[in-house]
C-alpha cells in the first residue's frame, strides 16, 4: 500500500513553514502515523516527490501506546495521537497531512513547546506530584481525571482557547479535579479566585474538547464536579 503523507516542515518557529510530501509504502496494515515517521526518519537518503531529501522530522513520542500523549499531532484538521492513528483509517484519503498542534509555540516540524500546560496547573496552584490523597469517595472521579495525557488536543478545538490567553481549556480543568477532591474547604477558598479566572469564567461548555480527548475523559462530569466543589463549595 502506498500513502501519500504531506508533513510539515519549518526549521524554527521564525522561519517559513510548508508541507513537504513523501510517498510511503507499507505492508502493514497496523502502521500507525507514528510508525510511518519513525521508518522516515529511520530511512536514510528518503526523497520526497520532487526528488528533494526529506532530513530528519522534528516530532515528539515516548510511550507508542497512548499514554503519554506526546506524540500529539494534527491530522487532516483533527488533532489525535500519532500513535493511535492507523495510516488504514485514511485509506480512501486522497492523501494523510500531518501538522502541528496550533496553540503552542512551534519548536521545529511537528514538534511543539507544551511547557504552559504545567505552569498553567501551578498558576492554579496545583503541580502533578503531591498534595493528592485517594479516598473511597473521591476515588471514582480522581480515576477519570487522573487520564488526563496533558496532550493538548483538547486547546486544539476549543472556540474559547486561545495562547496567552486568561482561559485553560479542558488541559487545566480535567487534571485539576483530581486534586480539588482531596483539598481542605481553606484550600479551596484560596484557589477559587485563580479558578474563576482560569477555568470557570472562560468554558462555554460546548464540550468540544469531550469529543476530541484521545484518553475519553468524560468531561462534562468532571466540569460538572470541579465548578461544584470550587465555585459552588460542596463536596465531592
Ligand atoms: S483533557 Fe484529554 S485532550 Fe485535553 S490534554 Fe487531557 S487527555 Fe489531552
Ligand atoms: S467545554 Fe468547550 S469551552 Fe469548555 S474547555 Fe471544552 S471545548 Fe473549551
Ligand atoms: S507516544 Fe505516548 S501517546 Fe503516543
Redesign the pocket.
Known amino acids: 500500500m502506498e500513502y501519500r503523507l504531506e508533513i510539515w516542515r519549518q526549521e524554527n518557529s521564525e522561519s517559513p513553514g510548508r508541507f513537504q510530501t513523501i510517498l510511503y509504502q507499507t505492508g502493514d496494515d497496523r502502521e500507525t502515523v ?1 510508525t510511518a515517521l519513525t521508518n522516515i526518519n529511520n530511512t536514510p537518503g528518503m526523497k520526497d516527490i520532487n526528488g528533494n531529501p526529506v532530513g530528519e522530522i522534528g516530532w ?13 499531532v494534527v491530522i487532516n484538521g483533527t488533532p489525535g ?4 492513528s492507523f495510516l488504514r483509517t485514511y485509506k480512501k484519503k486522497k492523501s494523510i497531512k500531518i501538522a502541528p498542534l496550533s496553540k503552542f509555540p512551534l519548536i521545529r516540524d511537528l514538534w511543539v513547546d507544551r511547557t504552559i500546560l504545567r505552569e498553567n496547573l501551578k498558576e492554579l496552584g496545583l503541580t502533578a506530584a503531591g498534595d493528592f490523597v485517594f479516598t473511597k469517595k473521591n476515588n471514582d472521579i480522581a480515576f477519570e481525571s487522573s487520564k488526563c ?1 496533558q ?1 493538548g488536543c483538547c486547546l486544539e478545538v476549543c472556540p474559547n482557547y486561545v495562547p496567552d490567553g486568561k482561559f485553560f481549556g479542558a488541559a487545566g480543568y480535567a487534571p485539576e479535579t483530581k486534586f480539588l477532591t482531596s483539598l481542605s474547604p481553606e484550600e479551596i477558598k484560596r484557589l477559587k479566585p485563580a479558578y474563576m479566572t482560569h477555568i470557570y469564567s472562560g468554558c462555554g461548555k460546548s464540550l468540544a474538547c469531550k469529543d476530541i480527548c ?1 484518553a475519553g475523559i468524560d468531561m462534562d462530569r468532571l466540569l460538572s464536579r470541579s465548578n461544584a466543589v470550587a465555585v459552588w463549595r460542596k463536596k465531592i
Open positions: 507514528a515528539e513520542c515516548s510511550c507508542l501506546q497512548k499514554k503519554c500523549g506526546a506524540c500529539a495521537l500519532a500513535c493511535d495525557l496532550c484521545p
